[in-house]
């Protein structure tokens, strides 16, 4: 099968870069694996762990996939990329030029560049828009930590209260507690009958608390429950991310893969890429592990790291699993006794020209990019950029590959 573009991997780099090439009218084919890293996140996007985080981008070494993005292109990359998610109907709020702050799973506040619309936020990490909250949680749930969400929200002067509630849906539930997990929970609030008896349970036990602060499990195959249960109750609903599996992230993958198909995309799912062909020095094809060829103009490695399986390490060295690309591997140690510090494995990944052309044998492969976790050069969890660098790097292949 032939293709104008082949994209390896499924995940936030992958779609996004799909996206922006088909809907450049190009014939685009991606080749995922699985269920991609999004299922762990939080789904807040991460520029970089700075209150002004262009001014600290400007500063980073040139070996930054930041760095090769280049500073000037910032400003139009960071809109283009806030216009997919809304594309796909991810409705975020937040600005690159000024970072605001979303609460974590843990009750701990961290730099955001964009965060899902009707997430927990504060401005500064300091203090938040509203004196009272009540926190509402279902009775059983393992994935939420009620206290630490009390605990920062006290510590900045907000009066809080909690309240469990129990569905009949959810009781049945409790009973195996394998089965009292964010996607269980969020498919219940699907239902019409729950939705309705959770809004006379929220309006019955909150108050006069201002806002009411949930688990983001507001429903899992049905749009906007919890804007229909802000009606419903009268009052403004925010939510906070679980512990994985995330009911957001799982939502923000099915959003981009639904916008990507609408363009034309397809999509090779629960294929692996095991082979591929060259001739006179471009990537002429790949195969899958179900034998399926697929042939293209140009190719792009978007499959991830350690965890997405763009990556593997023997203790001795970091490999590129399919294509042996150069990579950079830590000199002394791939982790640090301070499991704080920045640990040298995270920013190993493949070695990448400019413009993000993949490296081998020291030289540029002219029709394979590289963009996302793959990449060499940063680290996503000490630095915060993971997100960040998944979509620039993405939008920055798409566009040599469509200007070519």
């Not at 936030?12 to 890293?37: F, N, Q, W």
């Not at 929220?202 to 108050?207: A, D, E, L």
Request: hydrophobic share 40%.
């Amino acid at each position: 099968m032939r293709y104008d573009t082949v994209i390896i991997g499924g995940g936030l780099s992958a779609l996004m870069c799909g996206i922006e090439v088909a809907r450049a009218g190009r014939k685009v084919a991606l080749v995922a694996t699985g269920h991609s890293s999004l299922h762990f996140s939080s789904c807040s996007f991460g520029l970089y762990n700075a209150q002004r985080p262009l001014e600290a981008i400007a500063t980073l070494g040139a070996e930054h996939p930041y760095s090769k993005i280049g500073e000037e292109n910032f400003e139009q990359l960071t809109s283009r990329a806030t216009e997919i998610l809304n594309i796909a109907g991810i409705a975020t709020t937040g600005s690159a030029e000024q970072s605001h702050y979303i609460v974590t799973p843990t009750g701990k506040w961290r730099e955001c560049w964009l965060s899902l619309e009707g997430a927990l936020t504060s401005k500064d990490g300091v203090g938040v828009d509203f004196k009272s909250a009540a926190v509402v949680y279902p009775e059983g749930f393992l994935d939420f930590y009620t206290q630490f969400i009390v605990e920062h929200l006290e510590g900045m002067g907000v009066e809080v209260t909690t309240h469990a509630f129990a569905l009949p849906e959810l009781t049945v539930r409790r009973n195996n507690p394998t089965e009292m997990r964010s996607v269980s929970v969020a498919r219940a609030l699907d239902k019409e009958e729950n939705i309705r008896a959770l809004a006379t349970i929220i309006s019955g036990k909150v108050g006069s608390a201002e806002v009411v602060i949930m688990p983001a499990v507001l429903g899992f195959d049905t749009p906007d429950v919890r804007a229909r249960l802000e009606r419903m109750v009268d009052r403004e609903i925010l939510t906070v991310p679980t512990l994985p599996p995330s009911v957001e992230g799982v939502k923000v993958e099915r959003a981009l893969r639904k916008a990507f198909e609408s363009m034309g995309g397809t999509i090779f799912m629960a294929h692996t890429a095991e082979k591929y062909a060259m001739e006179e020095g471009r990537v002429v094809s790949i195969t899958t592990n179900k034998g399926v060829t697929l042939t293209a103009e140009d190719f792009v490695l978007a499959s991830g790291s350690f965890i997405g399986g763009g990556l593997k390490g023997d203790g001795k060295r970091i490999e590129e699993c399919l294509f042996g690309l150069d990579t950079v591997t830590p000199e002394s140690g791939y982790t640090t006794r301070n499991i704080f510090e920045a640990q040298p494995f995270m920013s190993c990944g493949v070695v990448v020209d400019n413009s993000f052309k993949a490296v081998k044998d020291s030289k540029s492969i002219e029709n394979l990019y590289a963009c996302g976790a793959v990449l060499a050069g940063y680290n996503p969890v000490n630095e915060g950029c993971g997100a960040g660098v998944a979509m620039l790097s993405a939008l920055k292949v798409a566009d040599d590959i469509i200007n070519r």
